[in-house]
């Protein structure tokens, strides 16, 4: 029988699987872009960033930076 | 019943036990929420029909929510019977033959299809989660997903209650205790 620590671990299992889903729709939709490949492309070629995840990362905290100075 | 319009729906394999769930409490609708489609194999078939739900399990099959994977291939056959035989073994198995843990064995083995994509298995049985662990395949049960409903705002705490209070009249083992932990602790 089910104990109420199976339902827990159940709950985050299910929250891991719907973020995946959700991590890739949108990784496909804006990879798929073609400004956010072309904006990608250019800011790898400056060796600034390691990869592609990176440029993503990095750019997403400098607009937090620029646009929620406070946080 | 307010609907969170940012959740996406995942693509799984079921174990007969929380489909049933499902049907005995009405709980279906609630699936949806979450599930995009879900994948059985041929020999639950006749386990759904043996729980009197064959034509609701076919009602879902033709709507395309439910869908029969093709029979397992011989490979596929010797996979799910070492996996039968290690949740037959497993301590909290309350069935030694294999034989009898052959269904939730070949769904586990279906589920690891790598064209079927699916994101995590639905399974209630205690035996065949700690094999799923094993090898390392993502798992929740029916209550999980009430749970997260309730997290949603889909559900409040008294009906999280109802719903698995309706399992258990209709046969399905939930502790009191089990309940009134999702109740409490994920309803709205």
Redesign the interface.
Known sequence: MLTPEDVDHDVSALAEALLEQRAERIAHNVLMRSDVQEALQQLLATRLYANEEDVIARSLRALQVAVVPQS | MAVPE?????TVASNTGPLLSAFQCGGVELLQR?VARIYITPAQLAEFDKHGVGDDIEALVIEGFVIVTSDLSEQEREKAEILASRIAAQPTSGDPDPAGHLPEAEMLVIAARPELRC??VLL?E?AA?AVAEEIHQ????F???L??AG?DGLLTKSGIRHMLKLCRQKGT???D??IE??AE??GR
């Not at chain 2, 940012?6 to 995942?10: K, L």
């Not at chain 2, 993502?138 to 049960?141: D, I």
Request: hydrophobic share 35%.
């Open positions: 940012d959740i996406d729906h995942i979450y994101r995590i209630d205690k989660r993502r798992f929740t049960g209550p999980g997903i749970a997260r997290l083992h939930y502790s205790a089990l932990h999702v602790t994920y």
